[in-house]
């Protein structure tokens, strides 16, 4: 960028800060003290191999003018550098360079262009250092490679080109939407038959667990009303059975390995049931459970032939 267009300044932050956050303090100063704000002006913050952050403003006008002026020649620059940056900052004094016909003074704390009005009030009697013109080169040529103040971020990155779909990209798109598509129309069909297996399952074990209280049911209707007519024939309500039942199956989901291979209703309204395991602490499990909800156990452990852990259990209501 012309050396009259971007200005360089060099910030102290105060406190030790990140990288990052040290570079937001300086560009922050620098606009809060710049006629313009945010709206009219694009700046962009670097630090130098000192760590000293550098902040450089344009104004946002001519910046765009001077990328749409570039555009029109089919160049999109991916860096816009102010001319400041690529000359060194001396030890001391000021180093002057010629770039494009443009030159730039560059002195430890900022730049200017050389102007006798500027020079004569910032430089004076120091000392001044010019490059030639094999120097400047060696410093254009090396800016690519470096990381330098960039003005081109923010509102003015430069937007990736978008190149239209190949065929066989598209070819690719319209797989994968269709595979999108049969996936989420496999996905409900599953569950829907999972939930149909499970039902069947647990209708099974149901009818299974009923021919134990009335032998010789094929059917679930047929099990309910014949438990029903024999809990009203003791004086027992129907759904005290069905609600018992459903906490005893309950407590069982929090132990998995234990099976239940036998379970009727007495008379009395207890629930009496053999509840089978690899282990007896597996049963406890179960019957802690129901104990937790309220309900009264007794339980007779017991061991098979073959080494699995039994108990004789009846559950009632406290």
């Known amino acids: 960028m012309h050396p009259s267009d971007a200005t360089l300044y060099r910030v102290t932050v105060e406190g030790e800060f990140p990288p ?3 570079l937001a303090i300086a560009n922050e100063t620098v606009m809060s003290r710049t006629i313009g704000g945010a709206a009219q002006l694009q700046s962009a913050a ?3 191999d000192a760590g000293n952050p550098w902040v450089s403003v344009i104004s946002a006008r001519e910046l765009a003018a001077g990328l749409e002026f570039l555009q029109a020649m089919d160049c999109d620059p991916d860096l816009c550098i102010p001319s400041a940056c690529l000359v060194p900052v001396p030890e001391k004094g000021f180093m002057k360079a010629d770039i494009g016909g443009c030159v730039v003074i560059r002195g430890t704390e900022h730049s200017f262009p050389d102007e006798p009005a500027l020079v004569d009030t ?3 009697d120091e000392l001044v250092t010019a490059l030639d013109s094999q120097q400047v080169r060696e410093l254009i040529g090396a800016a690519a490679s470096q990381q330098l103040l960039n003005l081109r971020s923010g509102k003015f990155v430069k937007k990736s080109a978008r190149k239209p779909m190949t065929s066989p990209q598209k070819r690719l798109l319209l797989g994968a939407l269709a595979a999108i598509a049969v996936i989420s129309l496999a996905i409900p069909i599953t569950v829907i038959s999972k939930h149909k ?3 069947a399952n647990v209708n099974a074990d149901s009818l299974a667990l009923a021919r134990g209280i009335v032998p010789g049911v094929n059917e679930l209707p047929q099990a309910r009303q014949q438990i029903g007519e024999k809990l009203k024939s003791i004086g027992q ?3 005290r059975f069905t609600a018992l039942t459903s906490i005893f199956f309950q407590s ?3 132990a998995p390995g234990v099976a239940v291979v036998k379970m009727s209703y007495q008379p009395s309204g207890l629930l009496s049931a053999t509840l089978s395991a690899a282990r007896n602490e597996d049963i406890n499990v179960a019957l802690l459970a129901l104990q937790r909800d309220g309900y009264k156990i007794t339980a007779v ?3 098979e ?3 699995k852990a039994l108990a004789d259990i009846t559950v009632g209501v406290r």
Request: no cysteine.
């Open 252 to 254: 069982l989901q929090s």
């Open 197 to 199: 297996l499970t039902t």
């Open 20 to 22: 990052q956050q040290s």
């Open 237 to 239: 309500a129907p759904d």
């Open 46 to 48: 670097w630090l130098d």
């Open 305 to 307: 032939a073959t080494g």
């Open 122 to 124: 910032i430089v004076g």
């Open 301 to 303: 452990p017991r061991t």
